[in-house]
């Protein structure tokens, strides 16, 4: 069993930057593709950013924030982030960090692909 615990949400201005962090509970860290999805109220929950397993050299942006976002990991730390930038209102949601435990070609962008997840933290932005 893995649990992930979510930090760095809260509430921004349209255009500023956050990093939310994903901190995982597990040895094995470094084997697990790591996720992340959001969910805005009223919408269904849908994929963000993923990053391989390992040394994470391959990752995967959803159109809506590649450019603006950016998955990394240290193993070191059993942690996987995002960095954010130039945020915007329709940002605003629930992000969650997932964790898939099996090896996919392509990565896995969908949520039944991910058997792990946090308990989210809240991104708002403002306009």
């Known amino acids: 069993q893995v649990q992930l615990v979510e930090s760095g949400g809260g509430l921004v201005q349209a255009g500023a930057s956050l990093r939310l962090s994903c901190a995982a509970s597990t040895r094995t860290f470094s084997s697990y593709t790591m996720g992340w999805f959001r969910q805005a109220p009223g919408k269904e929950r849908e994929f963000v950013a993923a990053?391989?397993?390992?040394?994470?050299?391959?990752?995967y942006y959803a159109d809506s924030v590649k450019g603006r976002f950016t998955i990394s990991r240290d193993n070191a730390k059993n942690t996987v982030y995002v960095q954010m930038n130039s945020l915007k209102p329709e940002d605003t949601a629930v992000y969650y960090c997932a964790a898939d435990p099996r090896i996919r070609l392509p990565i896995g962008r969908k949520i039944y692909e991910y058997d792990y997840w946090g308990q989210g933290t809240q991104v708002t932005v403002s306009s």
């Open positions: 990053i391989s397993a390992s040394a994470g050299r391959s990752t």
